[in-house]
């Protein structure tokens, strides 16, 4: 079975512009969550996504947005862009929207905004 | 969630145990402890979680002390392919599902 899928893998944006960052998440799973990951920090929570509602936000400004679709795929959209938005974009995946569900992550999309 | 306390770094000689250590003074008693790594440019992925007692699966084992105020995640026999940043993390089984990293150990298995 594929595992987590996100696309692009790589991604440059300059400063002002918008950028969307997509996730597909395991078949059968229905929660996706959106992490950042700045160079030499450990990931920090953005949104979780169930069955196309939001579920939690972290302590992001409302430039960023997120949305699930009716097959559970997932877009993370971040608006103005700034040079500290760049930085390794996670998207996790489970069956369910508390803890005692395994998250899964995919391989990331990498934004350098310039 | 309760916070953690992890080494910045460690080094491990390849084919040998690695240990790697997590505190959580002031961990809840309805609280896991959860490992993740994170191999370079990869997701994290998990390793293993427990409450207060030991637990072992294909990847590692873990150890809960009694106070479960820390806990020792342990590699039996670590190869290149461990080399990667180990997360604790301490969490509730009944919130939300969103994972609280801190900065982790950098795992570095030397051949």
């Known amino acids: 079975d594929a595992g987590v899928t996100q696309s692009p893998t790589h991604l440059i944006k300059t400063r002002g512009q918008q950028v969307t960052l997509r996730c597909s998440p395991i078949s059968g799973h229905k929660s996706v969550s959106w992490y950042q990951q700045v160079l030499g920090q450990g990931p920090q929570f953005i949104f979780q996504y169930y069955e196309k509602e939001e579920r939690g936000r972290g302590n992001f400004p409302d430039r960023f947005s997120a949305r699930q679709f009716p097959n559970y795929s997932s877009e993370l959209n971040v608006n103005a862009l700034l040079l500290g938005d760049s930085a390794l974009y996670l998207c996790?995946?489970?069956?369910?929207?508390?803890?005692?569900?395994?998250?899964?992550f995919g391989p990331g999309t990498r934004l350098t905004v310039t | 969630d309760a916070k953690t306390t992890q080494p910045t770094s460690m080094d491990c000689a390849e084919g040998r145990a690695a240990n790697l250590p997590c505190n959580h003074s002031t961990i809840s008693g309805n609280e896991y402890v959860y490992w993740y790594r994170q191999i370079h440019s990869q997701g994290p992925q998990y390793i293993i979680h427990?409450?207060?007692n030991n637990e072992t699966n294909e990847m590692a084992s873990l150890i809960i002390t009694e106070d479960r105020k820390s806990s020792t995640l342990i590699l039996p026999h670590a190869t290149l392919r461990d080399t990667a940043v180990y997360y604790c993390?301490?969490?509730?089984?009944?919130?939300?599902?969103?994972?609280?990293f801190g900065t982790g150990t950098r795992l570095t298995v030397i051949p």
């Open positions: 427990g409450l207060k």
């Open positions: 993390i301490v969490r509730v089984r009944t919130g939300a599902n969103n994972l609280f």
């Open positions: 996790a995946s489970s069956l369910g929207p508390v803890s005692s569900y395994e998250q899964y």
